[in-house]
Every structure is written in structure tokens, then in C-alpha cells.
């Protein structure tokens, strides 16, 4: 009796509105992929940008992954001219037809189907930045679907071929916490050190989120708070971005710890961003 | 202080020029702009920097923490800078968290030590201290400890330390400014100067002791003012030799001003024309300045705005007093040519067609507001040229030009406020607010702000001046129809900061405010629910009911409405009133019934089921779980518009045909009409268990991977073995093992047999069911499982079948572990059995066996009822005596074994003190322990709640008796205004009436002195907190 009671009783819902016609998830990816499909209608034809700002139109651009070379086939001669990577800043090439078929797929929520397409776009179209947005949409789906392997595997593909600055940092989150996820903790800590040794604030505050949540998943949740989340709350409280979800971690580390002070962080994180998605999580 | 002094220079700025507040901002601006010093407070800058920014971050986080309530965790930080760093550092480290909690003596103490009591690195920390007073509003303190530091240093300070004494004393006499000691701070700056400060702090600081001393001038009369202004003219003069600066344009504006205040208009103007030039040409180098650091805040500081300003409020000053002379004049012309005087000094004269002359008000005036934006002059212009157009309006004269808009000037102003706040700088934040509010009291702009000022003061933790803004909003915007929403949520958000901060009973106090003064304010029911919702997180029920019902009374027609609704019902359920929790969940299923198809009626239609389960309805359990399967089964879709209601239906919807088959399997009676072709001689018993087999097993064939198919097969095992059918008992439990092989039910099956049994009433077939485990040949249950077992009887009150498990399981375990726990075990059955002395024995062989046992506490509560019992039925005195000792000290090893913070376990142990005390006659001693369970432990806290009920049902029943009616009375007031809906709240109404009446008008019932007497036992050590 205890037991049905336990399983089918619960806490009561919510409230109203507790649903959601379309996926979180969905939602999101289909933002991006919008503004991508914005960006790859463009009218503009292939071309790259060389890195002293130079743009060299193109019939057809292709990278060669063993020479670290682009192709360029020149529209009007139909010559080919190897450009190495080092000196290409940018590169524009048409959008791949599976790329818009994979899309269709994550609009129908069909992402097991989605997936091996964007995978296939992330191999083909390596060094092409059509790997770099294939493979951002398969890391949103498998950290929603807590498959961190998968992430870093994807991210570890396009970022071998890709510029710093093609790989939006959202990607570069998911990757470190999927690191945190599968114990990479060597990893995870030569990334935190180099990231402390900035002076840019909001990666200082970033690094600081991210020790929190490897001391916590080493189960140090006392130090995950002293070292990561308060310190991040206190410390760098100019960094918006970043605070509500370390007043949510702080909140979750000390309920962990049966501190009662988890309620000053709640009210915090109500109070100062009450719209934040940590904040709708808990209201 | 600081505060009480922003107000108070505030205020005393009058509607003039409001030159004092203004200067005092325009003088933290060019402090923070030149960036050589700061105001000084605990929270700002160190008095010694020691250069290294992660040393000076360890202590910015110390801080933090200790603001934050972690002080704790601060002490953790501090040990890590121990290690790291050098004595000096850490020193300061822990300065800095003694000071912040206030714990200045051991402050002291720990300077004290300090080999060497003139380095700079103890003078350093003698004045952080001294910061730290000021912090505290200890000025007094303050000042000693400066005063000191100023007179060592008077005479010569050593090369070494020069910038080092520069700074403080720098930052000494600002604080005096702050504190409103002027002449002490001019004293102080006075003394600065003479140490040969640098060139250019040389000139800052001549400029603020000008400031001072203007100040000063203005609130003084006749020849005192003259001999101020006197000095500080001297030192413009003394200023403008030096150079063409920063400080050059304001020893300008400075001596305009004085001239106003002398009533020397024309002096002023003179004064400003001259040097307006020159003050273009700082213009000109700070614009350069703020584009080659590409921050234009420093432009803020500029001169010629306030020259400007002050030409335009001249000439709008002269337009008044024409205007006014000439409504005195008797001659029409006189009082013409004076009426065109006004209108030339407000528009210009005019030179040709629609030219007029500059040199007027309006012109200045927008000339401020257009080209110097960042300025606070900017604002006072704008208003001002508001002022002159409705006032040219009124004379009959249309001017072409639009009143000027003025949010977001005003927002504008409120911009450094803000980021300070943001940088949670109350302190600096607060007079921010301030000195712009007091510019700019009313506009809409200005409600947020007044929140943000509130906010401050709240952190500040300043009471008197947040009612104040709190009062200021209400009385000025809640009649307001544009702003009082506004308004309202302002005061709203005040309340949330003190819930944020652990205020309770002040946000609840703010809260009360709001609703009684913003009545109609659309968020009132939100704000309700959610207070109902902070209570209801914390499982308060019978506090979180109050306010759901006000929003069902009140806001029948707010979002919340619905959801209230529901609430209560929750509420009710969880305060096991099972009759209203019915009715209540019936209401809101009926609402629901009126609205589009959801998932919250599938829930709440189980939840209903279960409560009339619980209550012995088994009919209308019945029902509900039958219409919930049937809905389900015809139009589940439109209750489920995620997966996660999906899988909330799909569970309800097993249990649901899980416990229609159960209740059905109880019925024992006749349905009242009986269908055709029944025979009337049915063995309904019978054929109600057949047909619950049936059901179960159309559950267990529909949806065999449910968590309780397992459970629903034991049920069809039990029920075939009532039924005398032991080979359908056997292929159900046969299934149950083939098929589940890893469940509990599976691994248990007589277990679990028995257990259905006992729930099925059927006693002593499950006695006997239990026995055959028992007596089971050894290894085919383990002593685990009997312990279960027994644990099980122990929960249905079959203390005897328990005691025999337990000790059966004592015979099968030669596990220490498990016997510890198997004694206590039967410790408890044989208190429940009332035998005590048996517990006692059980108990004392327990901690024998194990004396560091983990349940010590738990055999102490045994121990400490079994002796009071069996002293209270001893023969003699001695024997009484001992056995109550005995039951003390238990009670006082509770205590000894409890950490303070588990305080339901302390909560409980001082009920125990006090029920002994009551059963050894100690009335009086035993009245002191309720109350003192009453008065120290808290109503909010969840696992505090229920003792401190629980004390109160004995305490107020001892306080009639003995005839302490106003003590009964007050306690039975704060207990229906706590525990609205509780336990005792009928009792409550009839004590406090019983007591009402025995209070005689005008005689105060006075204590007797022995009800001061120490209570027994817990607070002599330090128990029961």
C-alpha cells in the first residue's frame, strides 16, 4: 500500500500550463536552424575570405583534410587553387541538400533519423563550417538525451578542421560538460586552469561554474560550493549570464547537503531573474 | 549615519539650488572620476592595499560570504589563506570576518598582539577597524581610533608611509562629511594639506574644504557666513592660480554660487561670463579625455553646465521677481514694462522679426538639457524650462517649442544609481537614489527607483528608513491610476527581498501592507497564492491554507484561482482532514468538469479515490477508480498533452485498475438492487473475490511490464488461497516467480501473502502466514525478512506476533549489527506494550552490546518513557526518586547525542523533558518546559511545527488550572494567529474564552516568583535549543 502511494501519488502538478505543445529541445533547434537557413539563402555565391581580408570568389570551394588545403575553382576560368587553412578566415560554401533534409527531419521531431544525416554532414563537409552547424545541432540533441560521449566525439570531429571562432561557445559548454559527465577529469582540468589564467571576466566566471560542477560530480559538493558556485555568485555578480545557473547549482549543492540556506539561493534566484530558465524550472 | 546625513543634506538643500546635495554628489562624481581615493566604509576599498589582486580577491570573497550568511564556509576560505600567504594577510583575512560580525573586542585583541604598534601594517588594521565602526554606525568609535592615527602623524610622517597616511586621513575626513562634521572634517583636510600632499590631490582637496566651507556658509547667517565664504573665496583664488583644470571650472561655479547666496545676482552673472571661456576650454579637454578613454561618465563633471544652468535659473529668478513687482505696482505702464522685464529675462528680447537676444532662460536652459545629457544639470534644466513654458502658457504667450520629455532624462539620472546597486554598493546606492529622488519625486520613473532605495535600505538593514519609502509609495502613488500597479509591485518586490534575506516576519508584515493598502492591485492574488506556495514547498499546511482560501474568497476571478482551489484540497489532504480534503477535491472536480479536458483532473479524480479509500468508502472508491479507468480507456488523448502527462496517466491508469480490483475484492454485502438472473443466495463474499481475480488478471494481462504487476498476482495468490482454490493461489504465485523473478513480491511470496492478508482483515490467517515464516526451517527467510515482518506487525499493533518475530530473528542472526537493531526493536514493542520494565531491559542489554550504538538516541527515547512509567508506579519514594533520575539522564543523553541543528529531534526530546516532569508532579517545572518549547522554537520551521503544537495542547490546559489566565489568554491569541487552521484551533477559541472571562478588568495577574525557577535538566546543559 505504502508503495502504490509512493509510485502513483505524488506531488500535485504545478499548476496550469504545464505542458508544452512542442518540445523544449525542438524549439531551440529549430531557431538555429532557421537563422542558418537565413544564413545559407543568401544570395551570395562561394567564396572564401582570406585572413589579410581578401575575398576570392568561387564556383565551388573544397577542403582537403590531409593538406589542410582549400580548393577554390575560379568562377569565370574554372581553375583550381589550393588556399592552406592557416590563411583562410572564412569560408561560404552552398548548403549541402542533406543539411536542409536534416532539418526537415528535426522539424517532424524525428531525430533518431535526424542524427546519421547530420552525421554525414559533419564528414562530408568538414572544414566547410556546414560541419561546424550540423554538428552544433547534434550536440544540442544528444546533451539533451544525456549521451555526453556522443558530444564529444561530434566536438571533437569539428573542431579539428574548424577555426576557433566558427565554434559557438554554447558548443564548447556542452563539450566541457559532457567531459565532466564521462569523469574526464584530467581534461576538464587542463581546460578550467587555462581558462583561470584569462582576464576576461566572464570565462574567470565561466571556469569558476565549471570547477563547481567537477567538484560536485566527484560528489565534493561542500567544495564544489566554496570553489565554483559562491564563488561565482560572489565574485563575479557583474556576469549576468552566468548566475542563475550558479545560484541553481549553489541551490541544488547545499539541498544535497540538507542546508537550509538552499532557500536563500532559491528566493536569490527568483528575486534578481525571475525569467531566467532556472528560475521558470522552480517556480 | 550615512544615511540619516544624506537625508538630512537632502533636506537642508532646500528648493534653491539644491547646490549642497548636488555639490556632495558632483564630489563622490570627481572622487571616483579622479580615481585617487574613496569614500570610505568597511565594504570599499582596503586601507593599506597590499598590491596583490588575488589577495585582496580572497578577502572581497571572505566578505562576500559572510554577507551571504556563509560564515561557516568564510572560516574554510581564511584557512586556505593561512597556507598560502604571509601573517600580515592573514591577519587582515581575519579582521576581516570578526569584523563583519561585530565581534570588535577580539579585533582588538588580535592587533594587540602585533609585535610592532606603529607599522604601517598595523596602523593599517587598526583602522580597518575603525572602518568597521563606521560600518556599524559606531562613529564615535571611529573617530577615537582617526583622531589618534591623525595626532601620531601630525607632526612628521615618515617618508615610507606618506602615501599611506595621505589615504587614510584623506578618507577620514570624508567620512566626517559624511557624519556631518563639517568643521571637523575641514580641520582634518586642513591638516592633509599641511603634510605636502602631490600637486594635483593638493587641489582636490582644496576644492572639497571650499565645498565644506560653502556649505557651511549657506546655513549660516550674517557675519559667520561672510568669514566662511571669505576663506573658501580665498581658496578658489588660491585654486586658479595653480592652473586651468578640473578644479579651476568648479573654484568658478563655486564663487557664482556664493554670489547667489548673497543674493548677488548680478555678482554671479559677472563672474560666470568671465570665466565661461575658459570653462569651454576644460569642456573641450575632458570631451578629449572621455574619447580617448571611451567613457563619457567623466562628462558629467563639466563646468560650463552648470554655469549655464546657473545663468538660465538667474534669469528665470529675476523674470519672478519682475513678474511679482508687477502685480504690486499701481501704475499700468510701470507694471507693463516690468511684465515685458519677466518676458525678456525668460525668452530674450527681441532684436528683428522673431530674433531674439540668447541671453535669456529658455535658452540656457535647453542649451544644458541638449548638449551636457550625462549632467545632472541637464535634469534640473529641463524641469526648470518645463516650468517657464506652462508658466508663458498661462500668461497668454505660445511659445514653439515642446515641453521636453522628461523620463528619460530622469532614467538617465538614475543610471549610476543603478550599476551601483547592481554592484551591491547599498551604501553608495542609497545616496544615489536620494539625491536623485529628491530631484524627481514623482515620476514614473521614479516608483522602480523607490523599490531599488527600499532595497538598499533593506540590506543596509535599516528599518526606519525603508517604512518610510514603503509609507512614501503608498501615500503617494496607490490612488494614482497611472502609477499604482506600479507602486504596488514596488512594495511587492520589498517583501520578496526580506523573504529573500530570511526577513519572514517582516516580509510578511510588508505584505500585509500591500494588501491593505493596494487592494485592487492585480497581482494581490498572485502574490497570495504564492505565499500559500512558499508555506505549501515546506509541507506547512495548516499555514499555507489561510492564504489559498483568501484568494478562492476574494479573486475568484484571477488566474490562480483554479490552482488555489486545488491547493486546498492538498492542503486539507495533508492535514489528514479526510472530510474536507472530499469535499474539497469534489469542488474542484466539478470546476474542472466546466473547463477544456486536462490532466489535473485525471490526478486530482485519483487523488479523491485514494481519500475515500482511506476513509473507508470503499464504494466510492470504487466508483472513482472505475470512471477514472473508463475515461481513460475512451478519450485519453485529451487529458495528455506531453509525454510526461502521458506517463502520469498511463500510472494512474494502473492503479487505478489495480485498486478497483482490490475494493472490489472487500465487499462483502449485496449490491442494493440486485441485476436480473441473480440468484438472491449468492455468497457475495465468494463471488466479489472471484470477480477481483478476474480484474486483476485482465490488469496483470493488459500492461504485464507495470511496476505493480507483481504486486496485482500476489493479490490473485491471496485471494485464491481465501478462497480455499490452492492450485489458482499456486499458478499465481508460480507466475509471479517465473515472471518476476527479481521482485520483492517474487522473493517474499509468503511475506507478501500475509501482508495481503492482514489488509485484507483477515487477521488471523495472516498471524498464521507470518508464523509459518517464523517457523520456517533456518535460511529459508532470513532474520531481515522477519525483522520486516515483524516490523510490519509492529505497524498494525500486533505487538505480541512482533515480539515473537523480532525474537526469532535474534535466534537466526549472529550479526552484531542486526541484533543491536533487534533489540531495540522489541525495546519499542514492549513500550508499546506499556511492560517498561521489560523495555528497559531490552534497552539496557542493546547498549550494552553495542555502547556507541548508532540508535542510542532512539533507545534513549525509549529508556526515558519506560523509567518515568515505572517510577510513577513505584512503592517507595527512594525507588521513585532513582527511576526518574534515570529517565532524566536519558533524556539528557538525547541532548548529548543530537546536533543543535536537528531540531526535530531536540523539539521532541523537550517534550519528553517535560510530559517526565509532568508524570513526576513537577507542574510548575513541567508548565516552564512547554513553554519553553512554545516560546523558543519556531511555527515556520516544518519539523519544529508539530512539538511546538503539541506543547501548547498541555501548556494552556496546566495554565487554567492553575488560574494564569492572562498567560493562557496571550498564548492562545499567538496560537490561533500562527496555527490559523491547526490542531487545537477549536480548543484554542474555548481556552482563550475561559480565560477571557476569569480576567478581571485592571488587575494585572502577577507572576509568582517561583514560576522563575530553572527548569530541570535540559537548560542547565544547554539542551532544548
Not at chain 2, 572639497?208 to 559667520?224: H, S, W, Y
Not at chain 2, 525668452?347 to 551636457?372: E, M, P, Q, S, W
Not at chain 2, 438492487?673 to 490488469?699: S, T
Request: hydrophobic share 40%; proline share 3%.
Amino acid at each position: 500500500m505504502t508503495k502504490m502511494r509512493t509510485n502513483l501519488s505524488g506531488p500535485p502538478p504545478q499548476g496550469e500550463g504545464n505542458s508544452r505543445m512542442t518540445s523544449f529541445l525542438t524549439r531551440r533547434i529549430l531557431v538555429v536552424a532557421l537563422a542558418l537557413v537565413t544564413l545559407g539563402a543568401g544570395a551570395h555565391a562561394d567564396h572564401i575570405v582570406l585572413t589579410d581580408g581578401t575575398r576570392v570568389e568561387a564556383s565551388s570551394v573544397s577542403f582537403k583534410r590531409q593538406r589542410k588545403t582549400y580548393t577554390v575553382v575560379d568562377p569565370e576560368t574554372g581553375a583550381a587553387k589550393p588556399f592552406p587553412a592557416k590563411r583562410v578566415a572564412d569560408v561560404r560554401a552552398k548548403r549541402p541538400a542533406l543539411f536542409t533534409q536534416a532539418i526537415k527531419l528535426v522539424k517532424e521531431k524525428k531525430f533518431s533519423e535526424a542524427i546519421p544525416i547530420l552525421n554525414q554532414v559533419v564528414e562530408k563537409y568538414a572544414g566547410l563550417r556546414w560541419d561546424v552547424y550540423a554538428g552544433k545541432m547534434l550536440m544540442e540533441i544528444h546533451s539533451a538525451q544525456g549521451q555526453a560521449a556522443e558530444v564529444i566525439i561530434v566536438y571533437d570531429s569539428v573542431t579539428r578542421y574548424s577555426r576557433p571562432e566558427w565554434v559557438a561557445q554554447e558548443m564548447t559548454r556542452w563539450y566541457l560538460d559532457a567531459l565532466i559527465k564521462t569523469g574526464q577529469t584530467a581534461k576538464i582540468k587542463r581546460r578550467i586552469a587555462d581558462m583561470l589564467k584569462s582576464d576576461h571576466r566572464p570565462t574567470l566566471a565561466m571556469a569558476r561554474l565549471l570547477n563547481g560542477d567537477l567538484l560536485a560530480s566527484e560528489g565534493k559538493l561542500k567544495d564544489a560550493l566554496i570553489d565554483g558556485y559562491l564563488r561565482t555568485i560572489i565574485l563575479y555578480r557583474g556576469v549576468a549570464n552566468v548566475q542563475p545557473e550558479a545560484l541553481s547549482k549553489a541551490m541544488k549543492a547545499l539541498e544535497n547537503l540538507g542546508d537550509s540556506r538552499a532557500d536563500r539561493m532559491r528566493q536569490m534566484l527568483l528575486d534578481k531573474y525571475p525569467d531566467s530558465e532556472y528560475a521558470r524550472k522552480i517556480k | 549615519m550615512l544615511m540619516a546625513a544624506a537625508i538630512t543634506l537632502i533636506l537642508t538643500s532646500g528648493n534653491g539650488t539644491g547646490y549642497a546635495a548636488t555639490m556632495a554628489r558632483l564630489t563622490l562624481n570627481c572622487v571616483r572620476n579622479v580615481a585617487v581615493f574613496c569614500v570610505a566604509g568597511f565594504l570599499m576599498a582596503p586601507t593599506a592595499g597590499y598590491g596583490d589582486a588575488s589577495i585582496e580577491r580572497e578577502l572581497e570573497y571572505i566578505r562576500g560570504l559572510n554577507e551571504l550568511g556563509f560564515g561557516d564556509y568564510a572560516s574554510i576560505v581564511l584557512e586556505s589563506v593561512r597556507g598560502k600567504h604571509d601573517g600580515d594577510v592573514v591577519a587582515r583575512a581575519e579582521l576581516t570576518i570578526l569584523i563583519s560580525q561585530g565581534k570588535f573586542d577580539e579585533a582588538n585583541a588580535l592587533v594587540a598582539k602585533r609585535p610592532n604598534k606603529n607599522s604601517q601594517s598595523t596602523w593599517a588594521m587598526r583602522l580597518q577597524i575603525a572602518d568597521g565602526h563606521y560600518a556599524w554606525s559606531r562613529p564615535h568609535e571611529m573617530v577615537r581610533v582617526y583622531d589618534t592615527f591623525i595626532e601620531s602623524f601630525s607632526k612628521a610622517v615618515p617618508e615610507n608611509m606618506r602615501e599611506f597616511v595621505l589615504n587614510a586621513s584623506y578618507r577620514y575626513a570624508q567620512m566626517l562629511v559624511a557624519l556631518g562634521q563639517d568643521k571637523r572634517a575641514v580641520a582634518a583636510m586642513k591638516t592633509l594639506l599641511l603634510s605636502g600632499p602631490p600637486k594635483e590631490v593638493q587641489r582636490q582637496i582644496q576644492i572639497e574644504m571650499a565645498d565644506l566651507l560653502v556649505r557651511m556658509g549657506e546655513a549660516a547667517k550674517g557675519a559667520e557666513r561672510k568669514a566662511l565664504f571669505a576663506r573658501a573665496d580665498e581658496i578658489c583664488k588660491d585654486i586658479q592660480w595653480g592652473g586651468q583644470d578640473l578644479w579651476f571650472g568648479r573654484s568658478a561655479v563655486m564663487m557664482a554660487h556664493m554670489r547667489v547666496v548673497e543674493g548677488d545676482r548680478d555678482g554671479a552673472r559677472k563672474i560666470i561670463v568671465g570665466y565661461l571661456p575658459m570653462l569651454k576650454a576644460i569642456h573641450q579637454s575632458l570631451v578629449a579625455f572621455a574619447q580617448e578613454q571611451g567613457d563619457d561618465h567623466v562628462l558629467s563633471l563639466t563646468p560650463v553646465a552648470e554655469c549655464r544652468y546657473l545663468l538660465g535659473k538667474l534669469h528665470y529668478e529675476d523674470a519672478m521677481d519682475a513678474f511679482a513687482a508687477a502685480e504690486e505696482e499701481e501704475d499700468a505702464q510701470t507694471a507693463r514694462r516690468l511684465e515685458t522685464k519677466g518676458e525678456v529675462h525668460l525668452i530674450g528680447k527681441l532684436i528683428t522679426g522673431t530674433r531674439r537676444d540668447k541671453n535669456a532662460a529658455l535658452y540656457h536652459l535647453y542649451n544644458v538639457f541638449v548638449k551636457y545629457p550625462t549632467t545632472i544639470w541637464s535634469a534640473k534644466s529641463g524641469q526648470t524650462a518645463n516650468r517657464i513654458i506652462d508658466l508663458l502658457k498661462e500668461r497668454g504667450r505660445e511659445i514653439k517649442i515642446e515641453k521636453i520629455d522628461m523620463t528619460e532624462v530622469i532614467r538617465a539620472q538614475f543610471k549610476e544609481a543603478r550599476a551601483k546597486l547592481a554592484q551591491q554598493d547599498f551604501k553608495t546606492a542609497a545616496e544615489a537614489y536620494l539625491a536623485t529622488l529628491a530631484l524627481f519625486p514623482d515620476s514614473p520613473v521614479s516608483v522602480n527607483s523607490l523599490a531599488d532605495l527600499a532595497e538598499c535600505y533593506v540590506e543596509l538593514q535599516d528599518e526606519l528608513y525603508v517604512e518610510l519609502v514603503i509609507e512614501y509609495l503608498a501615500d503617494r502613488f496607490s490612488t494614482n491610476p497611472e502609477l499604482s500597479e506600479k507602486a504596488g509591485d514596488a512594495v511587492a518586490r520589498i517583501a520578496r527581498t526580506y523573504a529573500r534575506l530570511d526577513y519572514k516576519q517582516r516580509a510578511d508584515e510588508v505584505n500585509a501592507f500591500f494588501f491593505s493598502r493596494f487592494k485592487s492591485h492585480p497581482n494581490v492574488p498572485r502574490v497570495v497564492f504564492r505565499l500559500g506556495e512558499d508555506q505549501f514547498r515546506n509541507k506547512v499546511y495548516d499555514a499555507a491554507l489561510p492564504y489559498y482560501e483568501r484568494v478562492r474568497d476574494e479573486h475568484a476571478k484571477s488566474s490562480v484561482y483554479l490552482d488555489a482551489l486545488q491547493r486546498i484540497a492538498y492542503c486539507y489532504s495533508g492535514l489528514e482532514q479526510t472530510k474536507a480534503a472530499i469535499t474539497a477535491f469534489k469542488s474542484y472536480i466539478e470546476l474542472l468538469d466546466k473547463q477544456p479536458p486536462r490532466q489535473a483532473r485525471i490526478t486530482s479524480m485519483f487523488k479523491l479515490a485514494e481519500l475515500y479509500r482511506g476513509a473507508g468508502a470503499l464504494n466510492s472508491a470504487y466508483n472513482q477508480y472505475a470512471g477514472i479507468s473508463k475515461l481513460l480507456a475512451s478519450s485519453r488523448q485529451k487529458y495528455e498533452a506531453s509525454p510526461d502527462e502521458r506517463a502520469a496517466n498511463q500510472k494512474i491508469l494502473e492503479g487505478s485498475m489495480f485498486w478497483r480490483a482490490r475494493m472490489v475484492s472487500l465487499r462483502t454485502k449485496a449490491p442494493k438492487k440486485i441485476p436480473k438472473g441473480v440468484p438472491g443466495d449468492r455468497d457475495w463474499p465468494r463471488y466479489y473475490k472471484l470477480v477481483a481475480i478476474k480484474y486483476y488478471k485482465e490488469f496483470v494481462d493488459a500492461y504485464p511490464k507495470s511496476e505493480i504487476a507483481p504486486a496485482a498476482l500476489g493479490q490473485v495468490g491471496t485471494l485464491y488461497t481465501l478462497l480455499n482454490k490452492p492450485v489458482g493461489a499456486r499458478e499465481a504465485l508460480d507466475r509471479l516467480q517465473r515472471d518476476y523473478p527479481d521482485t520483492k513480491e517474487a522473493k517474499n511470496a509468503l511475506f507478501i501473502l500475509a501482508k495481503n492478508l492482514l489488509e485484507l482483515n483477515q487477521k488471523k490467517e495472516a498471524v498464521a502466514a507470518f508464523k509459518q515464516m517464523f517457523a520456517g526451517e533456518k535460511g529459508r527467510y532470513s532474520a531481515g525478512q522477519i525483522m520486516e515482518a515483524g516490523q510490519y506487525l509492529f505497524g498494525v499493533k500486533d505487538y505480541e506476533t512482533a515480539q515473537q518475530a523480532f525474537e526469532r530473528a535474534i535466534d537466526l542472526t549472529e550479526d552484531a549489527r542486526m541484533t543491536e537493531r533487534l533489540l531495540l526493536w522489541i525495546g519499542k514493542t514492549l513500550r508499546a506494550k506499556e511492560d517498561y520494565k521489560g523495555a528497559i531491559a531490552a534497552i539496557e542489554k542493546m547498549l550494552a552490546l553495542s555502547p556507541k550504538s548508532a540508535y542510542t538516541v532512539a533507545a534513549a527515547f525509549i529508556l526515558a518513557r519506560s523509567f518515568a512509567e515505572v517510577a510513577k508506579d513505584a512503592g517507595s519514594d527512594a525507588e521513585k526518586k532513582m527511576n526518574f533520575d534515570k529517565s532524566t539522564k536519558a533524556i539528557m543523553r538525547i541532548f548529548k547525542y543530537t546536533k543543535p541543528s536537528n531540531k526535530e529531534v531536540r523539539a521532541r526530546a523537550d517534550l519528553e523533558l517535560a510530559d517526565v516532569q509532568v508524570l513526576r508532579g513537577q507542574t510548575r517545572e513541567a508548565l516552564g518546559s512547554y513553554m519553553r518549547i512554545w516560546l523558543l522554537r519556531s511555527s515556520s520551521n516544518p519539523q519544529e511545527r508539530p512539538f511546538k503544537e503539541a506543547a501548547f495542547s498541555k501548556a494552556v490546559p496546566m495554565m487554567l488550572e492553575t488560574e494564569r489566565w492572562l498567560d493562557a489568554k496571550d498564548t492562545c491569541e499567538e496560537y490561533l494567529t500562527e496555527f490559523a487552521a491547526g490542531k487545537y484551533a477549536a480548543e484554542a477559541r474555548k481556552w482563550l474564552g475561559q480565560a477571557s472571562i476569569n480576567i478581571t478588568g485592571g488587575d494585572e495577574q502577577e507572576p509568582d516568583d517561583e514560576d522563575e525557577d530553572e527548569p530541570v535538566g535540559a537548560a542547565a546543559a544547554g539542551g532544548g535549543q
